[in-house]
């Protein structure tokens, strides 16, 4: 077989896939959510993308009775604290976050009893043990917001340690923070800034919290995924560096054709946001992938701090 028939018959095997993926979504009343990292191939078929706290929002909004959700484990857990009546389903059940694996519901006790005047907001990028254990949640789009709504002095945040600085620039509050990072954006470096932007000096950089602090120092602005998209959407700039994991340069790319993005270090590549195949939806689908489960006591308390930061907004 030639190249081009091989391609083709790829082609016709993978719209096959789609079709199938279609029908039992419909026939299943389920819905696909999907983070803006995925690959390009998983936001192009998924029912709603977007950032943490817009899938959490989403998850607990839907009427569907199934939620694919195409992210990462602690993402479907967070879909499942809010909506316990629901199927959620994680496509490839080994799809962690690093960063979540950093911080156990034994450690952060241990952390409040040494710090029992703090109040614990504790980042989504969590297990759900460890939201159960903490006073409010956030997300990169919120954690400012959430910290400064508290009626505390001392805050401690959990498990990311480069969120925590970012908060601190912005709040008059005591920041307290467990020394946790997510590995792809902690390994961006200055140099990399400094080498993408000779090569571009007239880009804007969009860095995410998550990069440690000498990155954020450097940044035009410091925004959550789906912040960025709707920077790059609404901005007059032509150019732009984007100092967090390479998925979301296919959104970006994609809603601005007329605009040029580069990464701004290609190696910072999440593996288990790419774990899930179309393959892994359609067998979800199916019903042969273990359903997201949670202890219910466990559920209970963590929901409490996930309902905390939801409701922050209508706070205002
Ligand atoms: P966002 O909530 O900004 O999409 O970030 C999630 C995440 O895991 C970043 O690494
Ligand atoms: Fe976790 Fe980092 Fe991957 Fe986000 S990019 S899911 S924080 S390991």
Same mark, same amino acid.
């Given at each position: 077989m030639s190249k081009s028939e091989e391609k083709l018959q790829n082609n016709q095997e993978i719209q096959g896939i789609i079709e199938e993926i279609n029908e039992l979504r419909s026939k299943k009343n389920a819905i696909i959510l999907a983070h803006n990292y995925q690959p390009p191939e998983i936001q192009d078929i998924a029912d709603l993308t977007g950032d943490s706290l817009e899938l959490s929002i989403k998850a607990k909004k839907t009427?569907? $009775? @199934?939620i694919i959700f195409c992210g990462v484990s602690f993402m479907a857990e967070t879909a499942k604290i809010v909506c316990p009546e629901k199927t959620v389903i994680l496509?490839? +059940?080994?799809?962690?976050?690093q960063m979540a694996d950093m911080l156990t519901a034994e450690d952060l006790r241990k952390e409040r009893e040494a710090h029992p005047d703090a109040v614990v907001v504790t980042y989504v990028n969590s297990t759900a043990e460890v939201k159960a254990q903490s006073d409010i949640c956030c997300t990169s789009a919120n954690a400012v917001k959430v910290v400064n709504s508290l009626d505390a002095d001392t805050v401690l945040m959990t498990p990311d340690k480069n969120l925590a600085k970012w908060v601190e620039r912005n709040t008059d509050k005591k920041i307290l923070y467990w020394p946790g990072y997510c590995p792809i954006h902690d390994k961006l470096m200055t140099r990399h800034i400094e080498s993408v932007r000779r090569q571009h000096p007239d880009a804007v950089l969009m860095a995410h919290p998550e990069c440690p602090m000498d990155i954020i120092e450097m940044a035009d602005f410091v925004k959550s995924t789906s912040g960025m998209l709707t920077y790059a959407r609404e901005s007059d700039n032509k150019e732009f560096i984007v100092a967090t994991e390479v998925g979301l340069l296919y959104p970006l790319k994609r809603q601005n054709p007329d605009k040029k993005f580069y990464p701004a270090? $290609? +190696?910072? @590549?999440c593996e288990d946001m790419k774990k899930i195949t179309l393959v892994d939806i359609l067998n979800a689908l199916k019903g042969q992938c273990r359903e997201t489960t949670i202890d219910e006591q466990v559920r209970q308390k963590a929901l409490m701090a996930v309902e905390n930061m939801l409701h922050i907004p209508r706070k205002g």
């Open positions: 009427d569907a $009775d @199934i496509p490839s +059940e080994n799809a962690g976050c270090f $290609d +190696e910072m @590549i």
